[in-house]
């Protein structure tokens, strides 16, 4: 191993056991206090600082192959020669499918088996082999389609008639063994499943995050000040429904209402009680201290969405007309002829090296935040039932292994957004050059600077390496160029649903300062359906 890749691998190391640690304080942060279940955790855990530390290879790739060129003259270094190159790459490779081969098997296996195995716990006596066997029997269900996903991966055929294309990189993408088909396949349909993942929580959260954090909370007094008239109206109306009907039977639907009210007057007290103590406690002043820091960070991070969604909309425009092939093989592109400004920071901070393993980085953590905030706001629905509520010290164990999903599974489509839609120059051959100049079977640029460009996928092969997480990834685009196609139209859903999430963010209100107390609730969504409902009655009395 070179001194290069000993650096890379070393500062790799430490970010990925930096973001293990940040998926165990994420997850003690969001799993319920009472209703705890270790495997259940461990398995969340592990899952996401996995597919973290998947997608953090990405900049260890494009260092390695960035430093193999001397960027004065734009040929190959002394010590990069095409076995050292090899080395490298084969490296990766095996780092790429070991983590990729995880990720399939904590999805269709790990994550199944102890969501399951959680569910076959009852207050009866039960041996944990009844609930192992019981489990197994429902995890066998997704056991059997990664199977039938990695036999039909195993067999399937390239693109029946490739596009002629006189490359050397396109030539090479159509080479493939079948282990490395199989395996890219079942990553192929995860990535796919994350894209619809991306659309239905990453988009919108990509605004509400950054726009909750610049309308902050309701001010504490304003919102002590409704509950407690919203408190005084429901008591008045108590008041009315049992003046009327003394020494005589209630109607049912006056009753109804009554309990309803009852609840509702429970509620609020508690909310106001809480109200209260949060005026007098340190925390609340601590929040008002760093309150102008939270919207500077809100701005910092909206201005940074913004960035990333002009990014993706110029990199898929940019595709119609520049595309290699069309959608003949998925739409992959050669070389940005847009300005795309993501890209752009990431070839210029590649030269100081970590600067850009840092962004990155933070990029990830950021597109996950986004993710997390809108699966908080949305809630792990199917169809129009919300099935759980990610809530803080109060998210059952299911929820938090279907939330590991959906984070996997986004993190992981992550990984071709960031490849081929955000960042494509950087992703494919970082800040790698080429002397585009030869005299006499050799390549001079020392009298001619301006000759020395960017590589692409119309560079020399023996100077320009691509990325080994690109190879992967046009590799699946062209021999499926179904996926290239699904996943070329999904960002431009992404982009609309951007578009609307990010208005409703706009008009939505500030978040409320107490959240109600889980645990003393029966029926939390009937309970907040019935606040929204009273509170608009009492407003329109009001008015």
Same mark, same amino acid.
């Given at each position: 191993?070179?001194?290069?890749?000993?650096?890379?691998?070393?500062?790799?190391?430490?970010?990925?056991?930096?973001?293990?640690?940040?998926?165990?304080?994420?997850?003690?942060?969001?799993?319920?206090?009472?209703?705890?279940?270790?495997?259940?955790?461990?398995?969340?855990?592990?899952?996401?600082?996995?597919?973290?530390?998947?997608?953090?290879?990405?900049?260890?790739?494009?260092?390695?192959?960035?430093?193999?060129?001397?960027?004065?003259?734009?040929?190959?270094?002394?010590?990069?020669?095409?076995?050292?190159?090899?080395?490298?790459?084969?490296?990766?490779?095996?780092?790429?499918?070991?983590?990729?081969?995880?990720?399939?098997?904590?999805?269709?296996?790990?994550?199944?088996?102890?969501?399951?195995?959680?569910?076959?716990?009852?207050?009866?006596?039960?041996?944990?082999?009844?609930?192992?066997?019981?489990?197994?029997?429902?995890?066998?269900?997704?056991?059997?389609?990664?199977?039938?996903?990695?036999?039909?991966?195993?067999?399937?055929?390239?693109?029946?008639?490739?596009?002629?294309?006189?490359?050397?990189?396109?030539?090479?993408?159509?080479?493939?063994?079948?282990?490395?088909?199989?395996?890219?396949?079942?990553?192929?349909?995860?990535?796919?499943?994350?894209?619809?993942?991306?659309?239905?929580?990453?988009?919108?959260?990509?605004?509400?995050?950054?726009?909750?954090?610049?309308?902050?909370?309701?001010?504490?007094?304003?919102?002590?000040?409704?509950?407690?008239?919203?408190?005084?109206?429901?008591?008045?109306?108590?008041?009315?429904?049992?003046?009327?009907?003394?020494?005589?039977?209630?109607?049912?639907?006056?009753?109804?209402?009554?309990?309803?009210?009852?609840?509702?007057?429970?509620?609020?007290?508690?909310?106001?009680?809480?109200?209260?103590?949060?005026?007098?406690?340190?925390?609340?002043?601590?929040?008002?201290?760093?309150?102008?820091?939270?919207? $500077? *960070?809100?701005?910092?991070? @909206? /201005? =940074?969405?913004?960035? %990333?969604?002009?990014?993706?909309? #110029? &990199?898929?425009?940019?595709?119609?007309?520049?595309?290699?092939?069309?959608?003949?093989c998925g739409y992959v592109i050669n070389n940005p002829n847009v300005f795309n400004p993501i890209n752009y920071i990431f070839v210029f901070l590649s030269k100081i090296f970590?600067?850009?393993?840092?962004?990155?980085?933070?990029?990830?953590?950021?597109?996950?935040?986004?993710?997390?905030?809108?699966?908080?706001?949305?809630?792990?629905?199917?169809?129009?039932?919300?099935?759980?509520?990610?809530?803080?010290?109060?998210?059952?164990?299911?929820? $938090? *292994?279907?939330?590991?999903? @959906? /984070? =996997?599974?986004?993190? %992981?489509?992550?990984?071709?957004? #960031? &490849?081929?839609?955000?960042?494509?120059?950087?992703?494919?051959?970082?800040?790698?050059?080429?002397?585009?100049?030869?005299?006499?079977?050799?390549?001079?640029?020392?009298?001619?600077?301006?000759?020395?460009?960017?590589?692409?996928?119309?560079?020399?092969?023996?100077?320009?390496?691509?990325?080994?997480?690109?190879?992967?990834?046009?590799?699946?685009?062209?021999?499926?160029?179904?996926?290239?196609?699904?996943?070329?139209?999904?960002?431009?859903?992404?982009?609309?649903?951007?578009?609307?999430?990010?208005?409703?963010?706009?008009?939505?209100?500030?978040?409320?300062?107490?959240?109600?107390?889980?645990?003393?609730?029966?029926?939390?969504?009937?309970?907040?359906?019935?606040?929204?409902?009273?509170?608009?009655?009492?407003?329109?009395?009001?008015?």
């Amino acid at each position: 191993m070179t001194a290069v890749e000993g650096i890379a691998w070393t500062v790799y190391g430490v970010i990925a056991v930096a973001l293990f640690l940040f998926s165990a304080g994420f997850t003690r942060y969001f799993q319920n206090k009472y209703e705890t279940e270790f495997f259940a955790t461990l398995v969340t855990i592990l899952s996401l600082g996995l597919v973290f530390s998947t997608l953090t290879i990405l900049p260890v790739d494009i260092f390695l192959v960035s430093t193999t060129v001397d960027q004065q003259t734009g040929i190959k270094k002394e010590w990069a020669t095409p076995e050292v190159i090899e080395t490298m790459t084969l490296t990766l490779r095996i780092v790429y499918f070991a983590c990729y081969g995880l990720i399939t098997v904590f999805s269709f296996l790990m994550i199944p088996f102890a969501y399951f195995y959680y569910e076959e716990y009852d207050d009866e006596d039960q041996s944990i082999k009844d609930r192992i066997f019981g489990a197994l029997k429902y995890t066998s269900f997704f056991v059997v389609i990664s199977i039938l996903l990695t036999i039909f991966g195993l067999f399937l055929k390239p693109t029946s008639k490739p596009p002629h294309i006189d490359l050397d990189w396109f030539k090479k993408l159509l080479t493939d063994n079948n282990g490395e088909k199989a395996i890219s396949f079942v990553v192929a349909c995860l990535i796919l499943m994350g894209m619809l993942v991306s659309i239905a929580y990453t988009a919108p959260g990509l605004s509400l995050l950054p726009i909750s954090l610049i309308k902050g909370r309701k001010r504490i007094d304003v919102e002590g000040e409704d509950v407690e008239n919203r408190l005084i109206a429901a008591k008045e109306r108590q008041r009315v429904l049992e003046s009327s009907y003394i020494g005589r039977n209630m109607p049912s639907r006056e009753r109804r209402e009554l309990e309803e009210l009852q609840d509702e007057q429970r509620i609020l007290a508690r909310r106001l009680k809480n109200i209260q103590q949060d005026k007098s406690s340190l925390y609340h002043k601590l929040l008002q201290i760093i309150r102008p820091f939270e919207i $500077l *960070l809100g701005v910092i991070l @909206l /201005l =940074t969405t913004l960035v %990333l969604i002009v990014s993706i909309f #110029m &990199t898929i425009v940019d595709k119609i007309a520049f595309a290699i092939c069309g959608s003949q093989c998925g739409y992959v592109i050669n070389n940005p002829n847009v300005f795309n400004p993501i890209n752009y920071i990431f070839v210029f901070l590649s030269k100081i090296f970590p600067l850009d393993y840092i962004f990155m980085v933070c990029l990830i953590v950021y597109f996950f935040l986004a993710t997390m905030s809108g699966v908080i706001a949305i809630g792990i629905r199917f169809l129009w039932l919300t099935l759980y509520r990610i809530r803080k010290g109060a998210t059952a164990p299911q929820g $938090l *292994l279907v939330s590991a999903v @959906l /984070l =996997t599974l986004s993190l %992981l489509a992550l990984n071709y957004t #960031m &490849t081929t839609t955000v960042a494509p120059g950087y992703a494919h051959f970082g800040s790698q050059v080429y002397c585009n100049q030869t005299e006499n079977g050799v390549r001079d640029c020392s009298n001619d600077k301006d000759l020395i460009v960017p590589c692409d996928v119309y560079g020399p092969t023996e100077i320009c390496t691509p990325t080994v997480s690109s190879t992967l990834i046009d590799r699946i685009l062209v021999n499926t160029p179904f996926f290239g196609i699904f996943f070329y139209c999904s960002q431009w859903v992404f982009l609309a649903v951007f578009l609307i999430g990010f208005a409703i963010s706009i008009f939505r209100k500030p978040r409320n300062n107490v959240d109600a107390d889980l645990q003393e609730l029966v029926d939390e969504e009937e309970e907040e359906g019935l606040l929204e409902r009273r509170g608009r009655n009492y407003h329109a009395i009001e008015s």
